[in-house]
């Protein structure tokens, strides 16, 4: 144990003056500066080539679509490595099988399977981090993978630790940060990754275009009376739910503040978790709730509405008014998204939106929209937003002319 500790406070020591030395070595005018979102003064390479990220998918989309990923060489979500597959069974005896089930920057980024992970279940390793030799760790607090608040003594440890190798820090916060949910940073969030690669003007197109995104549904769903606002029930379908007795799966953070806040619906489920949390659900409290539409979510694993129509294990839930009246969507797979809105975040409030509302949103077909979406923010051509939306598994859309 105690070769360990002495091993670990030597590679510290190490790269601490390794680190040190290669600040004052080279000219001032190697370096620029910038103001994260902690408010504070970060100097950075002019050059920056390696780039160690600690988030589940805004920072390394923004890159993406600036043309920066490339330059990221360790990763703090295991998310962003793999791709996943779900089986769900029939009530026919024909399962439906989903694969090669990905974020949209996973697949974009083939590369990411085999970059190595700087951060592990008890936390940040630094001695990986270190030895990646990084410009600048960007760092999105409130994501899965950084799961502090903005002033949290862990995440303030965490960045002086890496700040003490000689690594400037650029933190960001997530929704989930704030006390409330709010949507208003994110754009300041990809606008400030842009300016670390001094691509602000790319950057800042894309943040533009995602806060339109957003607004166009605000508006459109405006001064609805509340008596005629349909009750929605985010509900996810996790097999881990069913093995402790319960339907599903239910959050109140950020998805309440969708449906309520931006589509102006009803949230059916008004218990107060706070976010990110999830709670189990009975059977029971699903039929007490009886709501007009639900939205199944990623939980462990992907829930398409085929589920819940067929499956055998939900049969009882066959006499629900949404289930009854066909009225259940399914939002995209977002694997790690711990209520910290990713830039795909107007996919989820579209998907809400036309099931709430779909005669305010008679002019717009989401299995094209998904489409137009990605096209607009990573500038891919049409067969790859194709792609994107089948490793989203939003194909349920296009098959029900959703």
């Not at 994110?186 to 806060?211: C, H, M, Q, S, W």
């Not at 579209?350 to 002019?363: E, G, R």
Request: overall charge neutral; proline content about 6%.
């Amino acid at each position: 144990m105690r070769s360990r500790i002495f091993s670990a406070t030597m590679v510290f020591l190490v790269f601490s003056v390794l680190f040190t030395f290669n600040l004052t070595a080279f000219p001032a005018k190697e370096y620029r500066q910038i103001t994260d979102l902690r408010g504070k003064t970060v100097t950075l390479p002019v050059k920056i080539n390696r780039v160690v990220t600690i988030d589940d998918g805004l920072i390394e989309g923004i890159m993406t679509i600036i043309g920066e990923s490339g330059k990221i060489v360790g990763l703090g979500s295991r998310s962003l490595r793999k791709t996943s597959g779900f089986t769900i069974p029939n009530m026919s005896g024909e399962d439906y099988l989903f694969k090669d089930c990905m974020n949209p920057v996973r697949y974009l980024n083939p590369g990411f399977a085999d970059l190595p992970l700087i951060k592990n279940t008890t936390g940040v390793n630094f001695e990986a981090l270190a030895t990646l030799k990084p410009d600048v760790v960007i760092i999105r607090a409130g994501s899965c993978s950084a799961s502090w608040g903005a002033s949290s003594d862990a995440m303030e440890k965490t960045i002086h630790i890496i700040e003490s190798l000689g690594i400037p820090v650029v933190a960001l916060f997530a929704p989930p940060c704030f006390a409330e949910p709010n949507l208003d940073k994110i754009p300041e969030e990809i606008r400030l990754v842009g300016k670390i690669f001094e691509k602000e003007e790319k950057a800042a197109r894309t943040a533009d275009y995602i806060r339109k995104s957003v607004e166009m549904i605000k508006e459109r769903t405006q001064g609805i009376p509340d008596e005629k606002k349909p009750r929605v029930l985010a509900l996810g379908l996790s097999p881990k739910a069913r093995t402790a007795g319960g339907a599903g799966n239910v959050r109140s953070g950020i998805l309440k503040y969708y449906i309520e806040e931006i589509v102006h619906a009803k949230s059916a489920f008004t218990v107060k978790y706070h976010t990110p949390d999830t709670g189990l659900i009975s059977t029971e409290h699903v039929f007490a709730i009886d709501p007009d539409i639900i939205v199944l979510t990623t939980s462990f694993g992907y829930h398409p509405p085929e589920e819940i129509y067929n499956a055998p294990y939900y049969q009882s839930l066959k006499t629900l008014s949404a289930v009854r009246n066909k009225k259940v969507s399914a939002l995209p797979f977002t694997p790690s998204n711990c209520d910290a809105s990713r830039i795909e975040h107007p996919i989820d409030l579209m998907v809400i939106a036309k099931s709430a509302y779909p005669d305010l949103f008679k002019d717009i077909l989401v299995n094209e929209w998904v489409l137009e979406f990605y096209q607009n923010v990573y500038g891919v051509d049409l067969q790859t937003a194709k792609e994107i939306r089948t490793a989203q598994l939003l194909d349920w859309t296009s098959e029900s002319n959703f």
